[in-house]
């Protein structure tokens, strides 16, 4: 079916609208913090993704759209927690808390660890959470982990049974290295004692609309500079379809994407393979209309 041209065209008003938000909070930055503009670029990056994400984050995780789908996957959580990228934890009131034993969270920003440490008391947390300085990516991931005494500092190789029952990233994958995401993603298995949970919420690349797949690759070219390092490419859903050792999987598109979003939003939730008529196992996905910028897809993959 056509999308009609003013769909079409408010869908892709979407990130334009983020991106002059970011941007006006680049001059902001530079005012409060000059002297980290020259000194430190990378700090400044990081305290203007701060001051963006501090007023945006928390209109994100409430919004209608998300909110049932991301509760369906952190109210599963269990055990002792990884959680990649949970910026200032604006997701974390969807936590049980006494499902929880410790909650690791892995958040590159330490400007943002204020607010996590703040967000995490509230949501009763506060004794159990523990803030690692580390992004998504082995490079940066392995050595906090070693650091905070969860993996040995002495070999290379992980621990057989694996280290966490849960492990979670929610609208994070997107801003680590695309390049690395598989080898991140066979690091989390790898990290997952015998029987834990992946559960993702992330928005990936809308590969069902020739037209928006070409608008999303022209905003790509500065979406990243804007967006802490995000981009709209994502392949997550991909990478862990394509790999071996998982017990259950399922990576469904949510029900609200229509096709012409620049973004595709995934999830995955646990469940067992679908069987069609014919006997051939498949991949349970829900049906889209072929048009929106922000495609979200989510799941839940359990480790064999």
């Not at 269990?78 to 934890?89: C, I, S, Y």
């Amino acid at each position: 079916m056509a999308v009609p041209l003013l769909v079409r065209l408010q869908s892709y008003l979407d990130p334009l609208l983020l991106l002059s938000i970011s941007i006006a909070y680049f001059p902001l930055t530079l005012l409060s913090h000059p002297l980290l503009f020259v000194t430190s670029p990378s700090t400044f990056r990081s305290k203007w993704f701060e001051n963006f994400w501090r007023i945006i984050g928390p209109k994100m995780a409430a919004s209608e759209a998300q909110v049932n789908h991301i509760e369906e996957l952190l109210s599963r959580a269990n055990g002792k927690v990884l959680e990649l990228g949970p910026g200032a934890g604006d997701q974390m009131y969807h936590y049980k808390p006494a499902q929880i034993e410790v909650l690791y969270c892995a958040e590159p920003n330490t400007f943002l660890h204020g607010k996590l440490a703040e967000n995490a008391e509230k949501r009763g947390l506060g004794k159990k959470i523990i803030a690692l300085e580390a992004g998504a990516q082995p490079g940066s991931l392995l050595p906090a982990l070693k650091k905070a005494g969860l993996i040995p500092s002495t070999t290379s190789s992980l621990p057989e049974n694996g280290v966490f029952d849960t492990i979670v990233a929610v609208k994070s994958l997107c801003s680590a290295p695309q390049k690395q995401l598989a080898a991140t993603v066979a690091i989390v298995q790898a990290l997952l004692k015998p029987g834990g949970e992946f559960l993702f919420f992330e928005h990936v690349e809308n590969n069902a609309d020739s037209i928006t797949m070409s608008y999303a690759w022209l905003v790509d070219w500065i979406w990243p500079v804007f967006m802490g390092g995000c981009r709209l490419n994502g392949k997550i859903d991909r990478i862990v379809l394509g790999m071996g050792g998982w017990d259950e999987r399922r990576v469904t598109t949510t029900d609200e994407f229509q096709g012409h979003e620049v973004r595709k939003h995934s999830s995955t939730i646990r469940a067992f393979p679908v069987v069609n008529n014919h006997g051939e196992t498949q991949v349970s996905m829900l049906i889209f209309e072929h048009s929106q910028v922000f495609r979200y897809v989510k799941g839940i993959c359990r480790k064999a």
